[in-house]
C-alpha cells in the first residue's frame, strides 16, 4: 500500500471513528442522559496532527519496578520516536482518552488487586492500545503461575482483554547483560533476551498508532462502549431485582400455602365428631346400664317390704322412678350433646336440646304404662284348696292344743267351737298370705318390664338424638369447612389478581429493560467490530 493510500485509509477510519463515536453518543443519550451529558466533551478532543514523539504511559499500582522498567525501555529506544513515561490515571476519561498507548505493569509477587483492577476498568474504557508486563520474574520463581492467575483476572473482571499477553520481564538482568557486553557479547545477549525488555518494547511499537491515525477518536469510542456497557449491566441488575421480586415471590408462596391447606382438616374434623359421638353413645350406655341396674336391685327390696295396701300403692313408686330415670337420662343426653357443640364453638340446635315434644311412639308408651297393674288375685279353686288346706292345720292345731282342756267340764263346751275358730282364722290367714306371695310376684315382674321398658326407650333416646347431634354436627362442620373453602377461593382471587397485576408491570418493565439492552448491544457490537478490525474478529471467531 502506497504512502498515500495509507493516509487515505487512516482518514477514512479517523472520520468513522467519530461518526461512529456520534452514533454512540446518540444512543447513550436516549438511554443515559448524565453519562452522555459526561461524556459529551470528549467529542471534542483530537490528537495532534503531527507529533515527533510518542508518550507511552507506564501505570502500575504500587511500585512493581517501573522506575527500572522505565529507563530500561527508555534505553532500549534508540530511534527516539517513543518516550515511556510514569503517570496516574485521573478520574474520569478525559484523561484516558488522550493515551496512544498504554502500558499496565503487574507485580511478580502476587497476583492482581482491588486497586489494578480499578485501573484496568479505566484503561478498558480510555485507552485503544494497552500492553501488559509483569516484572521482578527474576526475583519470584512463581511468576508463571502469577502470570497466569492475571491473565484468569483479566479475563474476568475485563473481558476486553480477555487473551491478552503478559511479557515478563527482569529490568536487573537488562544491567547485567550491559556489564558483559565488551567482554561476553554472548551472554549479555543471552541475559538481555531473558530480561525481556526488547520483546516488550517491540509489542509496544506494534501497538502505536499509524501515522495520521485518530488515536483519540478510538479511545473516545472505547470510552462510549464502557459506558454503553455499565448502563447495559446497569439493566440488567435491575432486571434481576425485578425478576426476583420479593412481593412476588410472597405472593407466590401465599398462593401455594392457601391451596395446599384449601380443603385441609374436613377430613379430621369429621373423624373427630365421629369418634366423640361413639364416645358418648358408650358413655350414656353405661349410664342407662347403671341406672336400670341400681333401680331393679331398689325395687326388689322395696317390695319384699311392702304389706297389704301397699302393694297396690307401689305402681306408682315405680312410675316416679322411671320418669326420674328417663328425666335424668334425657338430662345427661343433653349435656353431652350442647358440649359437643360448645366444644366446637357451633350454635346448639333446639332438637339436640330435647326441647322438641316427644314423638307420637314415645307418648302412646307413656300412656300405655300409666295404667294400673292388676296385681290382687282373683278368687279361684287354689285359693279353695288353701282355705281347706289351712282349716284342716288350724282343726289339727286347736286339737293339739285344747284337747287337755276338754277333760276339764267347764271348758269341755267351749272347745269345740274354739277349734272351729282357730281352723277359720288360720285358713283366712292362709288365704292372705297366698294372695300377698302371688301380688309380689306378679308386681316384681310388672317391675322388672317397666324397667326393661325404660331402659329401652331410654337407649332409644340415646340413640335418636345423638344420630341427631351427629347429623347436625357433620352438617354444621361441612358448612363451616365450606365457608373456609369459600374464603379459601376468595383470597386466592385476590392474590391472582395482584399476582397478574404486579407479573404485567414485571413483564413491561422487563420488556422496557431488554429493548434498551438490546438496542445498546447492537451498538456496543457495531462498535467493538470496528475498533477490533476483521484481522482480530476472525482470529478470535477461530
Given at each position: ?277 361413639q364416645r358418648a353413645r358408650v358413655d ?54 350442647t358440649e359437643l357443640f360448645t366444644t ?199
Amino acid at each position: 500500500m502506497s504512502t498515500n493510500e495509507a493516509v487515505r485509509a487512516a482518514i477514512q477510519d479517523n472520520v468513522a471513528a467519530r461518526m461512529l463515536a456520534d452514533d454512540l453518543h446518540r444512543t447513550l443519550a436516549t438511554h443515559e442522559p448524565e453519562s452522555a451529558a459526561e461524556l459529551s466533551g470528549l467529542r471534542s478532543i483530537r490528537a495532534p496532527r503531527t507529533r515527533e514523539v510518542i508518550d507511552v504511559v507506564v501505570i502500575g499500582a504500587g511500585e512493581p519496578g517501573r522506575g527500572g522498567l522505565i529507563e530500561a525501555l527508555n534505553a532500549t529506544d534508540v530511534t527516539g520516536s517513543v518516550r515511556y513515561v510514569e503517570r496516574e490515571l485521573e478520574p474520569g476519561y478525559e484523561d484516558g482518552v488522550t493515551i496512544p498507548v498504554a502500558l499496565m505493569v503487574f507485580d511478580a509477587a502476587g497476583p492482581i488487586g482491588s486497586t489494578e483492577l480499578a485501573e484496568l476498568r479505566s484503561l478498558a474504557h480510555s485507552v485503544d492500545q494497552v500492553v501488559f508486563a509483569i516484572t521482578k520474574t527474576d526475583m519470584h520463581t512463581n511468576w508463571r503461575q502469577v502470570r497466569d492467575r492475571d491473565a484468569q483476572l483479566l479475563s474476568i473482571h475485563t473481558p476486553r482483554f480477555t487473551g491478552a499477553e503478559i511479557h515478563p520481564v527482569a529490568t536487573p538482568l537488562v544491567h547485567a547483560a550491559n556489564d558483559r557486553r565488551d567482554t561476553d557479547p554472548e551472554a549479555a545477549r543471552s541475559l538481555a533476551d531473558s530480561a525481556g525488555i526488547d520483546a516488550l518494547h517491540a509489542a509496544v511499537l506494534d501497538s502505536l498508532p499509524a501515522p495520521r491515525t485518530d488515536y483519540v477518536a478510538r479511545n473516545v469510542l472505547w470510552s462510549m462502549v464502557g459506558a454503553l456497557q455499565d448502563a447495559q449491566a446497569a439493566r440488567q441488575r435491575i432486571g434481576r431485582d425485578i425478576q426476583n421480586n420479593p412481593e412476588i415471590n410472597r405472593l407466590h408462596r401465599v398462593r401455594a400455602e392457601l391451596l395446599r391447606t384449601r380443603g385441609a382438616g374436613r377430613t379430621e374434623d369429621l373423624t373427630t365428631v365421629r369418634a366423640d359421638i361413639q364416645r358418648a353413645r358408650v358413655d350414656l350406655g353405661h349410664e342407662v346400664t347403671g341406672w336400670s341396674s341400681s333401680t331393679a336391685a331398689l325395687a326388689r327390696n322395696e317390695i319384699d317390704a311392702l304389706d297389704g295396701r301397699a302393694l297396690a300403692d307401689y305402681p306408682a313408686r315405680i312410675r316416679q322412678l322411671v320418669r326420674a330415670g328417663r328425666d335424668q337420662n334425657e338430662a345427661r343426653i343433653t349435656e353431652h350433646a350442647t358440649e359437643l357443640f360448645t366444644t366446637r364453638s357451633l350454635p346448639v340446635p333446639a332438637p339436640v336440646t330435647g326441647s322438641t315434644p316427644r314423638p307420637d311412639a314415645e307418648a302412646a308408651s307413656d300412656q300405655a304404662t300409666a295404667g294400673a297393674p292388676d296385681i290382687m288375685p282373683r278368687r279361684g279353686p287354689e285359693d279353695y284348696v288353701i282355705a281347706v288346706l289351712g282349716a284342716s292345720a288350724g282343726l289339727g292345731l286347736g286339737r293339739l292344743f285344747l284337747g287337755p282342756l276338754a277333760l276339764m267340764p267347764v271348758i269341755d263346751m267351749i272347745a269345740i267351737p274354739l277349734t272351729l275358730l282357730l281352723g277359720v282364722v288360720v285358713a283366712l290367714w292362709m288365704l292372705r298370705v297366698r294372695r300377698q306371695v302371688v301380688a309380689r310376684g306378679r308386681l316384681r315382674e310388672w317391675t322388672a318390664t317397666q324397667i326393661s321398658q325404660a331402659r329401652a326407650l331410654m337407649e332409644r333416646e340415646v340413640a335418636n338424638r345423638l344420630v341427631t347431634a351427629e347429623q347436625h354436627l357433620v352438617t354444621a362442620t361441612n358448612e363451616t369447612h365450606d365457608r373456609r373453602i369459600a374464603g379459601t377461593d376468595e383470597n386466592i382471587a385476590d392474590h391472582e389478581a395482584s399476582l397478574r397485576m404486579l407479573t404485567a408491570r414485571r413483564d413491561d418493565r422487563l420488556a422496557e429493560l431488554t429493548g434498551e439492552i438490546n438496542d445498546m448491544n447492537r451498538a456496543i457490537d457495531r462498535a467493538v467490530a470496528f475498533l477490533r478490525g476483521p484481522d482480530e474478529q476472525a482470529e478470535q471467531a477461530g
